[in-house]
Every structure is written in C-alpha cells, then in structure tokens.
C-alpha cells in the first residue's frame, strides 16, 4: 500500500535571498531538489476524482505525473504533462496554480494543496524532453498570428496532427508576451527559447518581423492557400488613466517599459536601449504586471520603488507570491490611493532647459471603499480634502492593456466587442469562417494558462473544420 506524506504545509520553493535578488535579474526562485519534489509528490492522494485536473485549463493529468514524479521516472512524468500541454516549463513558473488546479485539490481542504506547479516545473527541468509523436503530413495548412501562450499551443496541437504550421510573429523574437512581458527574474528567456525550438524542431515554421494587418492581412493569408487563421495576436496596447501629465517625460506604459527591459535587453549592463534608471519610482495599479514592473525599475537601479492602488491589499488581484516577493525586496504599497494628475518640472525663465517636462511627482487622493454591492464587490470613493504630493521621477501606468485594433481595422467582416476583444462562440471560431481566435486578443488581458486553454480549444476545432471540409 502506497506511503503518503501527511504533513499538511507545502515543501517550501527554493529562493534566492531578498536582499541579493533585487540587484540582480537571475531567476528568483531556484526550484525544487529532487529530494524536496518526490517528497512533495508523495503528499498527492492520487484521488479517483481528480478535481485538480477540472480546475486545469489544458486538462493536464495531474495525478497520473505525479505518480510518476514520486517513483522518480521524470521522462514518464514529462511525457503525460505534453499529452495536454505545450508549454509545462512555462506553466511551472507564471500559471497562477493557487486559483485553479491548486485550488481544487483535496489536500488544501485541512491545509496546503499539494504543489502542482512546483512540480510541474521540476519535471520540465529535469526531463530530457524528447519530441511528441506527430502524425504524418495531411496536406492541410494553417497560419498563427503571434506566438505568445495561445498561438505557441494551436500550433504545437495541429503540428502533432500532421498539419502544416506557420507562425507569424511581428516582433525580431518569438514567444510573444512571455518574452516581452514577463521578466527575465521570473521567467528568463531561455525557457521560452527552449520551447519554441521544441516546436520548430516538430516543424512549426515561424516567421518573424510580420505585422499582419501591414505586412500582410488575413485575407491574403488564405490567398496563399492557408486553410485557417488563428489569431493569438495578444493584448499590447496599454491602458491610460487620461489625468493631466501623463505625456511628460518619464511616464511609461508598463508594456513599455517591460518591452524595453524585457526585448530589448536594457537590463543589461552593456545594453544601448534608452529607458530611466534611479531616482524614485511610482507604479500605479496591482495585478501581476504591476509587480513585474515595480521588481524590475528595483533591479534597475530605483532609490525606491513604491506601488500605487486604489483599494486595499485584499483586493489586490495579483498573485500572493509575487505581492510576498516584491514586499520582501523591498518595494512599498501606498493602498486606498488614487493617481489624479502627474507633476512635472517647468522653468518658464528658460525654455530651453533640458528639465522642463519631466516628472516631479504624482499628486494623489486618498479612497475608501464603499459598502458591499450586489456582487459583493466595494467600490473606492475618492475622499474629499485627502489630496497628497508622492516625489517621483519615473511614473509606470499598469492599469490593463486592450488588444490591437489594426487586425479588426484591416480584416472586413471581423467582430470585435466594445473595448476591441475579438466575439468568438465557445469553439474559438470568429465571425469569418476558418478564422479562430484566443488568448489577450480575445478576453483582454489574462493569465498564460487560460490563453494556453484558448489555443487547444481553437485547434480542436480547426481540425473539425478542414476534415468536415473534406
């Protein structure tokens, strides 16, 4: 009879130490031991019902690998997580495992859950890897717009289907948000790397530097005899509060800002890329993006690094590790605030100066949050008479970004929602026919395992579609 692990608190995550980590872009946590993951593993019940695998976008058999990983057989494990999942080195490190397959598991009823993605990344760590089986070629081809999470998994999908696959990417490097958006600290880059070249290595072709909508448009696509287009496009155009200030010189978009750090490499001692460094660095908003931003002006040299939002930290949509990592290094929280103009310097006995219209400061007001509304949900209300001054000399709006606009203003027939999501049915398909889309492009800014959920559901039914073609 199996020997289960019954103590009831997780194997803690390896990590590097809060002081070290926040000068340095390394990736802060270091992984399990193979100690620490089969003793982890043996804390999984292996449940009948696995409610852990209803709580998984990509239904990865989570007790089946775990199994695996608890008689220490790593290539087993690894081999049943890419039945379902194209990217588990990825989903290991940024899926927010606490709200779904985590938050179903029996263990955390009367203590932690069993630390799937902990292990899910131990397993894509340490296995050699080898490539899925694929079918053989069957004549069909179909075209993937981006390669971030949704169209890096419609694509590894249909490739093991024997189709034809052609990634576009409208940046120099694939791997879209996880390689612009997600810091090097939490995700470095050549994980990506390493998985898009698995898939290159099934024969996904990838083209990069192509704006479609530009370069090319989705009807000449199928004009080049591609038989569907997914559109995986992402959410890139950032969101603005639209207060007095936000053109001085010194705010950025939290897209732009990470674009520069993250792509274009300016966390580099030797980098050429432009982007402010030192000095005091407001952060406004609280989701993930937030974080990442807040932790990489730190790492970049800021005095000090202070996050802005306008409720409380309990409603602070971030993930709880990431809103415990960046408090340990350091970056302070000024909760119930609201940003309501940005400050900047202006010397009007010299118009020349080279300082007039840079930032400042943030002029703030302080918020309370309402009673309870139907849904539970407490609004914040600005407090009369509560305006303060926050000394600032970098400004980083993270408040969501909305998807692109050029596919729907370049694709006649396309429907999108009113702030700019493409309408899809719950298969993926768009209002033209053999045009799917998912992920940001779709629901607007979200999480890589849920775009990665958009991917296969969409493939699925692609492939439904050309061989009802037939």
Not at 143 to 168: C, N, Q, W
Not at 282 to 287: N, P, Q, W
Not at 292 to 301: F, K, N, P, V, Y
Request: proline share 5%.
């Amino acid at each position: 009879m199996a020997k289960f692990n019954m103590r009831n608190d997780k194997n803690p995550m390896p990590m590097q130490d809060p002081i070290l980590r926040g000068k340095n872009f390394s990736e802060v946590a270091l992984g399990y031991t193979e100690e620490q993951a089969i003793d982890e593993a043996n804390r999984c019940f292996n449940c009948k019902n696995a409610t852990c695998v209803s709580g998984c976008p990509v239904n990865v058999n989570i007790p089946e690998f775990i199994s695996r990983v608890k008689v220490n057989d790593i290539e087993g494990a690894y081999a049943i997580i890419s039945k379902t999942s194209s990217l588990p080195a990825i989903c290991g490190r940024v899926c927010p495992q606490e709200t779904q397959c985590e938050a179903k598991c029996l263990r955390g009823i009367k203590g932690e859950p069993v630390a799937i993605g902990r292990l899910e990344r131990y397993v894509a760590d340490h296995a050699k890897g080898e490539n899925a089986e694929k079918e053989p070629l069957n004549g069909h081809k179909v075209a993937v717009v981006g390669s971030g999470p949704s169209g890096l998994t419609y694509a590894g999908d249909l490739i093991k289907k024997g189709y034809e696959v052609t990634v576009f990417e409208a940046f120099h490097t694939e791997g879209g948000v996880l390689t612009y958006g997600i810091p090097e600290f939490r995700l470095p880059k050549k994980i990506v790397k390493d998985e898009v070249d698995k898939l290159k290595a099934l024969g996904v072709k990838f083209e990069r530097n192509v704006v479609i909508g530009r370069t090319i448009n989705i009807d000449e696509l199928f004009e080049d005899g591609y038989e569907a287009v997914f559109v995986g496009s992402g959410a890139g155009l950032p969101n603005f509060m639209n207060i007095p200030g936000e053109a001085l010189k010194g705010v950025y978009s939290a897209n732009e800002f990470l674009t520069r750090s993250n792509l274009m490499k300016a966390y580099k001692e030797d980098s050429s890329t432009p982007i402010m460094k030192g000095g005091n660095v407001i952060v406004v908003g609280g989701g993930n993006v937030a974080m990442d931003a807040a932790r990489t002006a730190l790492r970049l040299g800021a005095d000090k690094v202070t996050i802005v939002y306008r409720r409380s930290m309990t409603e602070l949509p971030a993930r709880k590790e990431e809103v415990e990592n960046a408090i340990e290094e350091g970056i302070e929280f000024n909760l119930l605030t609201n940003p309501v103009e940005i400050l900047g310097y202006k010397n009007e006995s010299d118009p020349r100066d080279m300082k007039n219209g840079t930032v400042t400061g943030v002029k703030c007001i302080k918020m309370e949050l309402s009673d309870p509304d139907e849904n539970g949900r407490r609004r914040p209300v600005a407090i009369k008479g509560s305006e303060f001054e926050i000394p600032a000399d970098t400004v980083i709006m993270a408040i969501g970004t909305s998807p692109n606009p050029l596919i729907k203003q370049t694709t006649k027939g396309l429907e999108v929602n009113r702030w700019g999501g493409i309408i899809v049915n719950d298969d993926g398909k768009t209002s033209l026919d053999g045009v799917y889309a998912g992920g940001d492009a779709v629901t607007g800014a979200s999480t890589v395992i849920s775009a990665m959920g958009a991917g296969k559901i969409a493939a699925k039914a692609t492939d439904e579609y050309i061989k009802n073609k037939q």
